[in-house]
């Protein structure tokens, strides 16, 4: 399978957001990335609930990829009107029960996907990987985008692509977090499948969006 873009809309020109999502939609690209902040488990705020429900709105064929840096990531759900076609990420560190809000994605139609901060070991994914349709790895620490790439997080990559095979569940890794033209040849030999793209590539300053993202798939197919 060839690489999967999912550009981080925290990026993209907010006053313009209709018609850069109707853009990504028109390129071909899979997913919109769309970082959900609660202010509590990470210090930012984001875009409300109702934002997150209306980014459907455009779409037609890309698909919503809700990244929720949120403590009981289920009380959102509702609003933002989680269903079939959705990717959502709920962080393990983040959860009581994350067995319990997995089930409540897959129960809605939507693809479960568990998602690990900088400092949690990637074994302790592993008593998920069967609830599961991707692991989010972060590459930087939650909560801000510019940042630079968190400590290890190749190595962690590599252990993570290693652990999920050993399992022998089919489960997609994404990158998210400086995921930089530098990076992304590097994480895709290391086993990613899904590529949070932010200010350090797609949305970087130099390039015009359709130039970018073909750029983003020659270096991660
Ligand atoms: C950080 C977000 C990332 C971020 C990626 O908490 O999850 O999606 O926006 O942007 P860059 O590429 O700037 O790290
Ligand atoms: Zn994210």
Redesign the pocket.
Known sequence: MAGKLSP?V??ADLLKLYSEIEKLDKLGVEYL?I?FMDNKF?PNITFDTNMVKNMKRPMKNIRRDI?I?AFEPQQFFDNMEISEGDMVSVHLEACEDVHAVLKEIKDRGADPCIAISPDTPVESVSEYLDEVYAVLL?T?Y??????PMAPKSMERLSSLRKLIDESGKDVLIEV????SWDHCSEMRSRGADIF??????VYGKDYELKDAVEKFYSLVE
Do not use: E, K, R, W
Request: overall charge negative.
């Open positions: 981080s925290m990026c990335h970082d990470v990244h840096m972060m930087v939650p909560g801000f985008a510019g940042q998210d977090g400086h995921v949070v793209a932010g200010s350090s590539s």
